[in-house]
């Protein structure tokens, strides 16, 4: 895996970023988005989603609902880990049956949930750095990560770290 840093500074940048990094998606993707209570996970995959094609205001945040289906330019599933005990809960969800499969998963809280998740995955750290600063990180295997820098410049400063 290789990963990009970058630094929004308000909710607008951090929107931008998810439209561009939709760009770099294809069917298939797991994305795995981490980071504290109010980091900004929700209003991340929903610029996520809202790339793919999907009606940004039906994406809400799935902590009651757990997996939540969009129809956009291919099939986008949004779950939250938040609630569940165990990974054996996700995958009763029907989990497993979607990591993978013709669509693109957005995960929020995939730390909890990260043993069963694809190596294979593009991984999105968010820390809070200030109110209304974020650093993310973007984790991508090797062979992407031309594209996902291509794809995401213009998005802050950015810098590759091997890893
Ligand atoms: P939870 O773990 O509770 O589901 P979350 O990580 O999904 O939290 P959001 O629900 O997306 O977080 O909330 C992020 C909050 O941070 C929003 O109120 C948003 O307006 C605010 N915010 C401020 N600055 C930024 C920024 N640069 N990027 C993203 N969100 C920001
Ligand atoms: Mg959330």
Redesign the pocket.
Same mark, same amino acid.
């Given at each position: 895996m290789e990963t990009l840093i970058l630094e929004?500074? *308000? %909710?607008a940048?951090?929107q931008l970023f998810g439209a561009r990094l939709s760009a770099a998606l294809c069917s298939g993707d797991v994305v795995a %988005?981490i /980071?504290? %209570? /109010?980091? /900004?996970?929700?209003? %991340?995959a929903q610029a996520i989603a809202g790339g793919l094609g999907v009606d940004p205001e039906i994406v809400t945040?799935p902590?009651f609902v757990l997996i939540q289906e969009y129809e956009g330019s291919v099939p986008v599933f949004h779950m939250?880990a938040?609630r569940l005990n165990d990974t054996d809960e996700f995958l009763e969800l029907g989990a497993d049956e979607l990591l993978g499969a013709d669509n693109i998963c957005l995960i929020?809280?995939a730390d909890r949930v990260a043993d069963v998740l694809p190596r294979k995955q593009i991984c999105i750290e968010?820390e809070s750095t200030s109110?209304? *600063?974020?650093r993310i990180l973007v984790s991508v295997p090797q062979p992407r990560i031309r594209e996902f820098q291509q794809k995401l410049s213009g998005s802050g400063e950015s810098k590759t770290v091997d890893g």
């Open positions: 929004t500074h *308000s %909710l940048e951090t %988005l /980071g504290n %209570l /109010g980091a /900004g996970k929700t209003h %991340l945040s902590t939250d938040y929020e809280w968010i109110e209304t *600063s974020r």
